[in-house]
């Protein structure tokens, strides 16, 4: 999985778009299109739950509390099981609340890893012979907009996982730029298919009441044993605040897992059949990481202790904690197939699992049905297949994104201060920016942060099947806890200051008409979404105002500096000052920004028809030509 495998799918959407006649779907004509109506009117929150939690955490800035900001350095995959992070949370097809207070995913083992599988691998920047790059097989299937049916599928090989191979390989190559990448797939380990196919699917019976099946394949010629372990934990928001109430898993009567939050509320994870169940904290290994040898608890990695290592005193034998996990041992036959089920809400009934069968099969026809409709006028039905996953890809990539910059500055009450380089290092200009929002990621291992401009990208996919999520990710960029006072949008958390190519009119104009259209089929008069459009364009001439100011250095409307054409891929960094001193005009630059003028005109006209103050504006972008 890699950003250039996001863009692929972008690609598919996109020209499913415009290369095919999309049948945009009829208010309410369906089960699904209802949901998302009820969403929208807050009047259901069929959003509260999602696919929001991250592939990767480690190795991100948010994390990284080093003097000179070497983030894959500070936190990586090695301590990842042992240390709590302070700003989000990973795993394994894993879902959350919208603030990710409390997270479902999956862990695994096959008996013969040395670590327990609990989130995907992958090579650091430094590591990975083209750069980072996850090594692991997982797909994204399939997926509806309020979340209400999720499908993925994880390859799992049978032999010990090549950790130290791929890293060594890659190392090895990295001296030759010509070398392609050592994959997962170059190591042998799928030979004699020898595998585990695992696949994760959630169905919600209720808003707050949701399904999780598990079903592995042994694709291998003889009978294999795995272990699932599917978790149950918080997010650790009680080691950095001194007044912060600390929720609570439990063991309940019922044999159930009772979980207790003051904000989120009280929830029960049901597990069918009779795993084992295994309690520790979400909290960091002093021991193993920090070499204080007195330090006591049920750490974050006390289920890889347990599970792979035998350590019965690395968990709560008192079934208590803010980590909970069901262990399953399962034997599968050769070419066979075991499911497990577990039902988390906040229902308390004796029968959890008496309808489960009976609401997956009915969220599995009401996603056909959704896609169906959207897809009414695509009559290639390889097509719609692909264009279906790649909306799931869409919708998985979805991630709670949390980063309040000041106060990863300034550090936490009790907690040892950051580094003093911090003051004047990375991101130090942008202390206002406070993100915690469910936001579309690039990819959530590899690029596990929004960037400006691949967010405006994918809002014109989301918007064929969630158009007001759409318009509310466009709309968030430009709130004032993201946008820069002096008027910039936010790039990415590597360095909030850069520059990306300035799209984001066009999205918001081809989202407004996309979103129209869609009105339009229940309405025929509806005049859009004026106030988004509105509200949008204003920010969006504050931004226009900045590049004028910012990247035109000789008010000649030739623009300057930022990842700009090729992306990040080019000789040099040319946001950076030239060696030699001086700037660059670059052509680049100069066209996206007579793109941007002319998305504004675009917005300011349509505006117009409604309001006349902004027919100013609106010529503004077209002075005439006065005679001499």
Same mark, same amino acid.
């Given at each position: ?99 990710? &207070? ?7 083992? /096959? ?13 650091? /920047?430094?590591?990975?012979? $083209? ?85 592995? $394949? ?71 990481? $920090? ?64 309808? =489960? ?12 049905? =959704? ?140 989202? =407004? ?30 931004? =226009?105002?900045?590049?004028?100011? &910012? ?5 000649? /409307? ?71």
């Amino acid at each position: 999985m890699s950003r250039c495998h996001g863009r692929a799918l972008r690609g598919i959407v996109m020209s499913s778009l415009f290369e095919f006649r999309i049948h945009l779907i009829t208010m309410n004509q369906t089960v699904e299109s209802r949901r998302l109506a009820a969403a929208n009117a807050n009047t259901e929150p069929w959003r509260r739950f999602g696919p929001y939690l991250s592939e990767r955490q480690w190795g991100t800035v948010r994390e990284d509390y080093s003097p000179h900001g070497n983030a894959w350095g500070y936190l990586p995959h090695d301590h990842a099981r042992s240390r709590a992070y302070r700003w989000g949370e990973d795993g394994i097809a894993g879902i959350s609340d919208d603030q990710q &207070r409390l997270c479902l995913s999956l862990a695994m083992w /096959n008996g013969k890893d040395p670590i327990l599988k609990e989130r995907i691998f992958g090579l650091t /920047n430094g590591e990975g012979n $083209h750069g980072e790059d996850a090594k692991e097989l997982y797909y994204y299937l399939d997926a509806t907009p309020t979340h209400s049916y999720l499908k993925m599928l994880y390859k799992y090989p049978q032999r010990e996982f090549p950790y130290a191979r791929l890293v060594e390989e890659n190392g090895r190559r990295k001296g030759d730029s010509g070398q392609p990448e050592f994959e997962l797939l170059d190591t042998g380990i799928f030979d004699d298919d020898r595998y585990f196919d695992v696949f994760v699917e959630y169905a919600k019976a209720e808003p707050e009441e949701i399904l999780m099946r598990v079903t592995v $394949h042994n694709r291998g010629p003889e009978a294999a044993t795995i272990h699932l372990l599917p978790q149950l934990w918080f997010r650790n928001t009680w080691s950095w605040k001194p007044d912060a109430k600390k929720p609570q898993l439990s063991l309940g009567k019922s044999g159930a897992v009772s979980a207790k939050h003051a904000e989120l509320g009280d929830y029960t994870l049901f597990c069918d059949g009779k795993p084992e169940l295994l309690f520790c904290e979400n909290e960091t290994n002093a021991r193993r990481l $920090h070499g204080q040898r007195d330090a006591q608890g049920f750490f974050k990695d006390g289920f890889d202790e347990y599970v792979v290592h035998g350590n019965q005193a690395a968990v709560n034998s008192k079934r208590t904690g803010t980590k909970a996990g069901a262990l399953y041992k399962l034997t599968i036959p050769a070419s066979g197939s075991t499911s497990v089920r577990l039902r988390l809400g906040k229902s308390t009934s004796a029968k959890p699992f008496a309808d =489960f069968d009976g609401i997956f099969a009915t969220r599995l026809r009401e996603a056909d049905e =959704f896609y169906a409709e959207l897809q009414a006028d695509n009559a290639d039905a390889d097509a719609r297949n692909v264009q279906r996953q790649a909306f799931a890809g869409m919708i998985w990539s979805k991630q709670f994104f949390y980063y309040d910059v000041g106060e990863w500055i300034k550090g936490d009450p009790g907690q040892f201060p950051p580094p003093s380089e911090r003051k004047h290092g990375r991101n130090h200009e942008w202390q206002h920016l406070n993100n915690a929002d469910i936001i579309s990621m690039p990819d959530k291992w590899e690029y596990p942060w929004y960037a400006a401009w691949d967010l405006a990208f994918h809002c014109i996919s989301l918007a064929l099947v969630d158009s007001e999520f759409a318009k509310s990710q466009l709309t968030l960029l430009t709130r004032e806890w993201y946008m820069h006072p002096n008027g910039q949008l936010p790039a990415y958390e590597w360095a909030f200051g850069d520059v990306n190519p300035p799209v984001h009119a066009w999205a918001t104009w081809r989202v =407004f008409q996309m979103d129209r259209k869609q009105r339009r089929d229940s309405n025929p008069n509806d005049p859009g979404d004026l106030a988004f459009l509105e509200r949008v364009f204003h920010k969006l001439m504050l931004n =226009f105002t900045w590049w004028v100011n &910012r990247k035109d250095a000789q008010g000649r /409307n030739i623009f300057q500096g930022g990842f700009l054409g090729l992306d990040n891929i080019g000789v040099f960094d040319r946001s950076a000052p030239l060696p030699t001193g001086g700037f660059i005009n670059q052509a680049d630059g100069t066209s996206w920004m007579a793109m941007y003028s002319l998305n504004l005109m675009r917005i300011a006209l349509e505006l117009a028809k409604h309001n006349k103050v902004y027919e100013d504006i609106a010529t503004s972008a077209q002075r005439p030509k006065h005679a001499a």
